[in-house]
């Protein structure tokens, strides 16, 4: 069955510290994976998706199949990026039916 | 260009009655789905549907209804409310591959359910 594990609820680090997001599949397939992020009390926003391979507000992710991860990266953590984070799985091509992570709560502290 | 718009933002319900999320996009996307959030349990999906006509169960499908008589709208039906419904509900829509790919969200309706 196709999963989608996101280990950390909640994340802490300062202004200017790097950031890592973690994000482990479950799923057969050949996947597509995105992110999307939250902000307070907002509709949900696409991120990043895998395919595209871009770089959006710093945030990177790669998708490494032996380790089936798909870890969301940025280098310095800004203020405004405190946000929920949610990892997809696309589990019919084209995105038509995707899985959610529980989520996780990043906060960077000033 | 309103992109998706849910309606209500807000819902109170009283165990067992009956109501519609509406969800609109201008999109012109063929797919839509219904996600329900919960805290700790990230989003769930509910229905979704691939055209006009074609709906389908996703995970979490017991008391809700769909319809997609056109593209534009994809309803969502509470036959009779739970408390167990008390959520936030999103609805989405996506284009095909090679248009806007991933999907639009919109902003959410709060039901509470007493």
């Known amino acids: 069955a196709q999963r989608v594990t996101q280990p950390e609820k909640l994340l802490s680090v300062f202004k200017g510290a790097p950031v890592e997001l973690k994000c482990n599949y479950s799923?057969?397939?050949?996947?597509?994976l995105f992110w999307y992020v939250q902000y307070s009390r907002q509709r949900l926003q696409l991120l990043l998706r895998?395919?595209s391979r871009e770089s959006i507000k710093g945030f990177t992710a790669d998708l490494n199949k032996g380790e089936t991860s798909f870890h969301l990266k940025k280098p310095f953590a800004q203020e405004e990026d405190s946000a929920m984070y949610y990892c997809?799985?696309?589990?019919?091509?084209?995105?038509?039916?995707?899985?959610f992570g529980q989520g996780t709560r990043l906060t960077i502290n000033p | 260009n309103a992109g998706v718009t849910q309606t209500p933002k807000f819902q109170v319900l009283k165990t067992g009655q009956s109501m519609t999320l509406q969800c609109a996009q201008d999109?012109?996307?063929?797919?839509m789905s219904w996600y329900r959030q919960d805290p700790g349990m990230g989003l769930r999906l509910i229905h979704y549907?691939?055209?006009?006509?074609?709906?389908d169960q996703g995970e979490v499908p017991n008391g809700y209804n769909v319809s997609r008589s056109t593209t534009e709208d994809f309803p969502l039906r509470l036959l009779s409310a739970a408390p167990s419904q008390t959520s936030v509900y999103f609805c989405?829509?996506?284009?095909?591959?090679?248009?806007?790919?991933?999907?639009?969200f919109g902003s959410g309706t709060r039901l509470t359910v007493v």
């Open positions: 989405a829509s996506s284009g095909r591959p090679g248009q806007s790919y991933g999907y639009t």
């Open positions: 799923y057969s397939g050949s996947p597509e």
């Open positions: 895998h395919i």
């Open positions: 997809a799985l696309s589990v019919m091509w084209g995105a038509q039916k995707l899985v």
């Open positions: 999109m012109n996307h063929e797919y």
């Open positions: 549907s691939v055209g006009a006509g074609i709906t």
